[in-house]
């Protein structure tokens, strides 16, 4: 069935459920000549891993990968890059009382009616385990766009109904020294406290993350329908239990006029130099019909609370018998501090595959073309 893969000229494919043998990634596209940074990939990785602290998922997997093609002596070879992780914990015990009923707003039903065949351990292929290969191949874009002087930082910015305050600038430090990952450490606080609250009651919460990219030049995007903010809003509402997208002002943009939202062109250049336009405000959130216009890029995306509560829940079985469900199990109550390195991954993804459409390939080797040895 298609619809595994994503990107035109960074293209990514992943593959694996979550209590089979396997899941991974195949980048076909991605440069040669690259000397990929793997500590840099499993650290990216660590930062999505079930485990990681007490408010999430208590699921236990090391993440290990190998990577079984397009790679030697330490360097890609432009053919297919693919990462394979196996599976170490899968444990589907808790699921096997789940095998033949359907969990409200989760993805039994809809596979079922889709394929007539499922996996039904730990959510099989609609499990967010599957964003294991988004986040491997996110790292290796992220590699390439750092040669061309592109980073970016995606961090909580609301749990339920507690909001953080919007930072001028962030880093990834500031946003990992919280266990919430949000940078405001008032809001964070509150944040922890009411995840807690909510998982005692055998509850779930949703919430925000929102991601921003510096120091993409202007001309990054492709008329009509790859357009950068489409694409990002493509992939942003691909990552399981997204439910909404903002790019630049997005929904708050409806209630304003023009005069207020105009993003007013200004020349931030030294008299006498290139001219270096830039925008005195940035309710675009650095694109304009579709194009990066030098402003960073900015985004939103809304999570759901988590469909899997621990409470009593009506539902029917796939005789369409009323029944009665409690599940049991190793769950996210929120999956936001989680979400922040998929959202991140999935913002590289698009960036990288707009750069190469673009020809702004890193440094490697293009076919016919110049080679140098440089890493990223
Ligand atoms: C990082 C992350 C962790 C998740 N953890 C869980 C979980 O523990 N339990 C669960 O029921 N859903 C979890 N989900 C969400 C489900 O995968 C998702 O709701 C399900 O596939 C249905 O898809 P939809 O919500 O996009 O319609 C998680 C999602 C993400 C991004």
Redesign the pocket.
């Given at each position: 069935m298609p619809g595994n893969s994503f990107g035109t000229h960074f293209r990514v494919t992943t593959f694996g459920e979550s209590h089979g043998a396997a899941l991974g990634v195949v980048i076909d596209g991605c440069p040669a000549n690259i000397a990929l940074d793997l500590d840099g990939i499993r650290a990216d990785l660590a930062r999505?891993r079930?485990g990681q602290s007490a408010l999430?998922?208590p699921r236990k997997e090391a993440d290990e990968f190998e990577i079984v093609s397009g790679f030697f002596e330490g360097r890609t070879l432009g053919t297919p890059l693919t990462f394979l992780f196996r599976n170490v914990d899968a444990d589907d015990r808790t699921y096997r009382p789940l095998k033949d009923v359907y969990?409200p707003?989760?993805?039994e039903y809809?596979y079922e009616a889709r394929y007539g065949h499922r996996d039904w351990r730990g959510?099989g292929r609609?499990?967010?385990r599957e964003?294991i290969g988004r986040v491997a191949a996110g790292a290796v874009a992220r590699q390439l766009l750092e040669e061309l002087g592109v980073t970016i930082v995606a961090w909580v910015s609301a749990v339920g109904d507690v909001e953080a305050a919007h930072p001028e600038t962030v880093d990834r430090d500031t946003v990992d020294a919280s266990p919430v990952r949000c940078p405001d450490p008032s809001a964070a606080a509150q944040m922890e406290a009411l995840i807690r609250s909510v998982r005692s009651e055998g509850d779930?919460i949703g919430g925000v993350v929102r991601a921003r990219a510096n120091g993409v030049p202007a001309g990054w995007g492709e008329p009509v329908f790859d357009k950068m903010d489409a694409l990002l809003g493509m992939a942003m509402l691909s990552?399981?239990?997204?439910?909404g997208f903002e790019s630049g002002s997005g929904f708050a943009g409806a209630r304003m006029r023009g005069s207020a939202h105009n993003d007013a062109f200004i020349n931030v250049a030294a008299p006498g130099e290139d001219p270096q336009i830039r925008t005195q405000t940035n309710h675009s959130g650095g694109v304009q019909g579709g194009i990066s216009n030098g402003m960073p890029v900015e985004i939103a995306v809304a999570?759901?609370p988590?469909?899997?509560i621990f409470q009593p829940q009506q539902t029917v079985d796939r005789s369409g018998e009323a029944a009665t469900i409690e599940p049991r199990g190793?769950?996210?109550p929120c999956?936001v501090p989680?979400?922040v390195p998929?959202v991140e991954a999935m913002m590289a993804l698009v960036l990288i595959d707009l750069a190469l459409q673009a020809g702004h390939g890193p440094g490697g080797h293009s076919p016919g073309g110049h080679r140098t040895s440089r890493g990223v």
């Open positions: 999505r079930p999430v998922s969990r707003s989760h993805a809809t959510g609609a499990s967010a964003t779930t990552i399981p239990a997204a439910k999570f759901k988590v469909a899997t190793r769950h996210d999956v989680r979400a998929i």
